[in-house]
């Protein structure tokens, strides 16, 4: 019976709303369609028994198709805007915060929990991390931050993850470094916050190697 009323629910969301529903339908299917019909009768709350019934009649489902296809345009919207917050804070909040020493904005970004760990193993908390930041200036000139994955769940929580670029010159000259860092955030109070960061695979080029922990570029 699921499975026919799922299909029918699609059918109708095709049909009904074709300019938002391609988008919504593979939504809907992510998120799982149940979960989204539980928060329907949430919504409806005592009505939720007859609202239900009425589904099975043809034009009971076009309505329960309508219902899904708003819900699941909203999930869509506040999804988009979750991955533009987490792109701006990761792209260029965070990086911002260390090249200008901002110990405020790195303050709003970190999770009071909130640890890293470098590509040598060594672990520092939200305390260290600012500590740093108020005591040492940035030695690179540019530092761009490309994300390759971001990916927002329906417990508040996101992964960002992706390859940093630093540049700058050093008593061996010019160089360029790159490192894979990986994120995990959590909304809290309306706020996206880290709670953990992991940097490896650090490359220099061409300048002489030195230890990854040694240079702030690759701290994001």
């Known amino acids: 019976m699921f499975t026919k009323i799922q299909l029918t629910i699609q059918e109708h969301l095709l049909t009904i709303a074709p300019q938002i529903t391609q988008r919504c339908v593979a939504q809907l299917l992510k998120k799982g369609w149940r979960n989204m019909i539980r928060k ?7 009505q939720a028994l007859c609202f239900w019934k009425n ?10 198709g309508v219902l899904l296809a708003l819900l699941a345009s909203v999930v869509v919207l506040g999804n988009d805007r979750d991955e533009a917050t987490l792109r701006h804070l990761k792209e260029v909040l965070w990086p911002r915060a260390y090249a200008e020493q901002d110990v405020k904005l790195l303050d709003s970004i970190l999770a009071p929990e909130f640890c890293r760990i470098d590509a040598a193993g060594n672990w520092s908390t939200k305390n260290d991390e600012l500590e740093y930041i108020s005591k040492n200036k940035p030695k690179y000139d540019s530092l761009v931050f490309s994300i390759k994955r971001l990916d927002v769940f329906e417990n508040g929580t996101a992964i960002v993850a992706g390859e940093g670029t630093v540049k700058g010159q050093d008593e061996a000259g010019p160089y360029a470094m790159t490192y894979q860092s990986t994120n995990v955030l959590i909304k809290r109070n309306g706020a996206w916050k880290a709670i953990s960061s992991h940097v490896s695979g650090v490359k220099r080029t061409p300048a002489q190697e030195r230890g990854p922990s040694d240079d702030a570029g690759s701290r994001r």
Do not use: K, N, Q, T
């Open 40 to 46: 329907a009768f949430y919504w409806a709350d005592a």
């Open 55 to 64: 589904a099975m009649s043809g034009l009971g489902v076009a309505a329960f």
